[in-house]
């Protein structure tokens, strides 16, 4: 099980900081990622990393700005999100893959969390 935390309502600008934090299992070898989605879109792919954290890729919409990282030790990842903007609100997910070589598609991970909402005031 996979449980994210850290969403709420900011304004423009403003900075949050999410968890996913694992349960049940350990992702030490997995990929992680960050996926968002808003009503009636598909989930789109926000980041992701690497099991050993050697690597990472961001969407260009949030290249520069948000920053994925993880803890093995607490078996939790985080997503570290900074000048955000009223476009990324929507409720974010985080996820996991076995695949080392992963594509930035919502097929590619087989965990997931519930969600989190991220709210973006103008």
């Known amino acids: 099980q996979m449980v994210e935390s850290g969403g709420g309502s900011v304004q423009a600008g403003g900075s949050l900081r999410l968890s996913c934090t694992a349960s049940?299992?350990?992702?030490?070898?997995?990929?992680l990622g960050w996926f968002r989605q808003t009503p009636g879109k598909v989930r789109r792919y926000v980041a992701a990393i690497s099991w050993n954290g050697d690597s990472t890729d961001y969407s260009d919409s949030v290249k520069g700005r948000f920053t994925i990282s993880r803890d093995n030790a607490k078996n939790t990842h985080y997503l570290q999100m900074t000048s955000l903007k009223p476009e990324d609100t929507a409720t974010y997910y985080c996820?996991?893959?076995?695949?080392?070589?992963?594509?930035?598609?919502?097929?590619?991970?087989?965990?997931w969390g519930r969600g989190t909402q991220v709210t973006v005031s103008s």
């Open positions: 049940g299992r350990t992702f030490d070898n997995y990929t």
């Open positions: 996820a996991a893959t076995f695949r080392r070589n992963w594509r930035r598609m919502a097929s590619d991970f087989t965990a």
